[in-house]
């Protein structure tokens, strides 16, 4: 017995009666039911492991090459920037700007740099550490990329600030 497409669970007389009133007076054209034709013989145990004619292999997927994870680590123009369900408009929040930034960069090293990375509450040289902004990033544009506005923390320092995570709004 056939299954459902979304459910692996046997479709019954009832729903298949449904879906075939559902269908009735459904005008297709000759181009789609020779896709359907096609998906119904089952063209991915058919192509497996052989050479596709160059028509049918405009887009290649998993399934028609044989090879598992042929997508895994490449590019996807097709469904990438413009073309993304997701895309913005080309739209980057402020925030990502600002952090990718040189200024920024050149701004952390500075920092450490001044603190001889270094953390300055705990005392441990070198490992994981955290620019961190005395006055915090969001409330002071103006103090984004003072040097003496940063200090050097390790990680455990700087989970234990005031303003880590956000939680000054909470407060």
Known sequence: ?????????????????????????????????????????????????KKMPIELNKRKSKWMTGKVGYWKNKKRPEIGGKNSNFWKGGICPENMKIRTSIEYKLWRKAVFERDNFTCIWCGQKGGNLNADHIKPFALFPELRFAIDNGRTLCEDCHRKTPSYLNRWFSE
Do not use: F, N, V
């Open 1 to 49: 017995m056939p299954t459902g497409i979304y459910k692996r669970q046997p479709i019954t007389d009832k729903h298949r009666k449904k879906l075939s009133i559902s269908a009735t007076g459904r005008k297709l054209s000759k181009e789609t039911k020779i896709k359907i034709s096609k998906a119904h013989k089952g063209m991915a145990g058919y192509w497996k492991g």
